[in-house]
């Protein structure tokens, strides 16, 4: 999952292609990963929990969040799944879930280093 990150906030396509599972690579992958790098800016990765994925297993799963900067300040909640094939762990998908909000005084997700409540987490008006 690190590797993979550290590939998108290097541009990496060729990267992410090669460590996306063989059954489940489109060719329209490619175009849509470089059209995406060109205006994001990644901020950070937070591994959230992981299950299985040890050099004895075939299968793993991690949960996580990834920051980045589009138009605006978001992020990316995940669970992916992931399969070894001949000893190569390999992406196979993930399921999107409903962003992280961090407690009132914790770091804001963004990344602005203000709390959460002093950024994101203020209450409109």
């Known amino acids: 999952m690190r590797s993979r990150y550290t590939a998108y906030c290097s541009n990496n396509v ?10 489940k690579r489109r060719f329209s992958d490619r175009a849509a990963l470089s059209k995406s790098m060109q205006n994001t800016i990644w901020l950070g ?6 299950q299985q994925g040890q050099p ?6 991690v949960e996580f969040v990834a920051r980045f900067q ?3 300040p978001n992020q990316i909640h995940e669970r992916s799944r992931f399969q070894k094939q001949k000893g190569v762990w390999f992406y196979l998908d993930g399921d999107h879930l409903p962003p992280v909000e961090p407690k009132r005084n914790e770091p804001c997700w963004c990344g602005s280093n203000k709390k959460y409540k002093q ?5 409109s008006r």
């Open 14 to 23: 060729d990267y992410l292609m090669a460590t996306h599972h063989p059954t």
């Open 56 to 61: 004895t297993d075939d299968t793993g799963m």
């Open 119 to 123: 950024c994101h987490g203020k209450p």
């Open 45 to 50: 990765l937070t591994i959230l929990a992981t």
């Open 70 to 72: 589009a138009d605006q």
